[in-house]
């Protein structure tokens, strides 16, 4: 069986960093499965964690009175999924439901924030590698946003 | 023969395929005349007292005796046209245009990434590439579209997402809890798909922003302008490169296209002014 530290070494999100860093990352990090139909987390709940996907799937979902949940994104293998553990209040801010089963590595947000904290230059490498997952995320968001699909578009000017 | 003057064909069957988009499949009025085209190449199909409009062929190349053509009712002449039912008469000039690399792309992994209506012109592709399997490498089609309900030809999607040898990735932007598959643009499929990006090819069908979209997300991936080839839409008229309402730069997309590779049209693609 592979060793948290090398599976995490053989990551995009890991690759390149100091040795001590990754380190640093393995004492904050675990295994987890996540059973189809299960939540890796919900709407409110305090923000403790984040994954890295090693397989399956997570519907990222909103709840809306009107419509229900409503499913915003789906991410899986290889994909960082949530930040809400590095920016205040540090509650998540939408469901995340395993629509197969799922294995990923748990990464403590609370023991990676606090090791950030003490060695910035961890953080800036952590915080510069999240910066590409955010921008990754925004343009999607963005291209869903224009709706392309639709018939209606909006007037020329 | 006069290029201008269309060929009467008859409807033999209109399906609807989602909420607005309808598949025709016609046949020719008279003989049984054989309609021979390449995979990407359109008609102008002229709906009688409505006017003419260039349509995409989504058939396969290779059966020759049924004409078939998908379109999404947008304005007054597929509105029209949707309505039109068996044994109605229609006008159809062509084929035009140019053709996806099927040939060309002989040995390569193929990345073929079609947004909404898209699939429609790359399903002649996809027929053409099936046809001889072996001749190719890894084989990716990533398809998406507004929501569960808008996917096209929902039935073969489905077998050829079964077949082990394809790699067959469906995304809607939005959907209710109800739908298991993928949410989010396509796009994002990209990257998650294993191919050679110096053996590569990758043909690719949708709205505009989706196309320059994923062109940026394959390039990343290490994929050249010389290896994407996507499929252009304007105003088209008369199909052969006469009357310049398709011009795109120094390019008509009637005549040169609507097919290009990436590289020949890169300082063209996304210019506000053209």
């Known amino acids: 069986m592979e060793s948290l530290e090398k599976i995490l070494q053989q990551h995009p999100f890991i690759q390149g960093l100091a040795p001590e860093h990754v380190q640093l990352i393995v004492g904050c990090a675990k295994n987890a499965v996540f059973e189809a139909g299960k939540f890796l987390f919900q709407e409110d709940e305090e923000a403790s964690e984040f994954y890295i996907l090693r397989s399956g799937k997570v519907s990222l979902e909103i709840f809306t009175p009107e419509y229900g949940p409503v499913a915003i994104q789906t991410v899986g293998e290889g994909d960082i999924l949530g930040w809400s553990w590095l920016i205040p209040p540090y509650v ?4 995340g439901r395993a629509i197969e089963t799922t294995r990923a590595i748990s990464l403590d947000g609370k023991c990676l924030r606090g090791k950030c904290e003490k060695d910035p230059k961890l953080g800036y490498e952590l915080m510069k590698r999240l910066a590409n997952v955010f921008e990754q995320r925004l343009n999607a968001m963005r291209l869903q ?13 | 023969m006069d290029p201008m003057i269309p060929t009467q064909y008859k409807i033999q069957r209109v399906k609807k395929e989602t909420q607005d988009v309808f598949t025709v499949e016609l046949i020719p009025t008279e003989g049984e005349r054989k309609f021979s085209f390449g995979a990407g190449q359109f008609n102008m ?12 062929i989504s058939g396969n190349p290779n059966k020759t005796g049924v004409l078939i053509h ?4 947008v304005g007054m002449v597929t509105k029209a046209m949707s309505k039109l039912k068996a044994g109605d008469t229609i006008g159809v000039r062509g084929p035009y245009g140019s053709t996806w690399p099927v040939k060309e792309a002989i040995g390569n992994d193929i990345v073929i990434i079609a947004g909404g209506i898209g699939l429609a012109p790359l399903r002649t592709a996809i027929y053409e590439i099936l046809r001889e399997r072996e001749s190719y490498g890894r084989i990716a089609i990533l398809y998406g579209t507004r929501t569960p309900d808008d996917i096209l030809f929902k039935r073969e999607l ?3 997402k079964s077949r082990l040898d394809l790699d067959v990735q469906v995304t809607v932007d939005r959907a209710a ?3 298991n598959g993928n949410v989010g643009v396509v796009t994002t499929l990209i990257p998650r798909v294993r191919f050679d990006p110096k053996n590569t090819t990758a043909m690719i069908c949708g709205p505009e922003i989706m196309m320059k979209y994923s062109i940026s997300e394959l390039m990343k991936s290490g ?3 010389e290896k994407i080839f996507l499929s252009m839409e304007r105003n088209m008229k008369c199909g052969i490169g006469f009357c310049g309402h398709c011009q795109y730069g120094t390019e008509f997309i009637c005549k040169d296209g609507p097919i290009f590779k990436y590289e020949r049209i890169k300082h063209l693609f996304g210019k506000r002014e053209i």
């Open chain 1, 92 to 95: 998540w801010r939408m469901d």
């Open chain 1, 145 to 157: 946003l224009l709706d392309i699909y639709s018939i209606k578009v909006p007037d020329k000017k």
């Open chain 2, 45 to 56: 199909l002229y709906i009688f007292g409505t006017g003419e409009i260039p349509i995409s």
């Open chain 2, 70 to 73: 998908t379109t999404r009712t």
């Open chain 2, 158 to 160: 489905e077998k050829l």
């Open chain 2, 177 to 179: 809890r109800t739908w």
């Open chain 2, 223 to 225: 994929l050249s302008a």
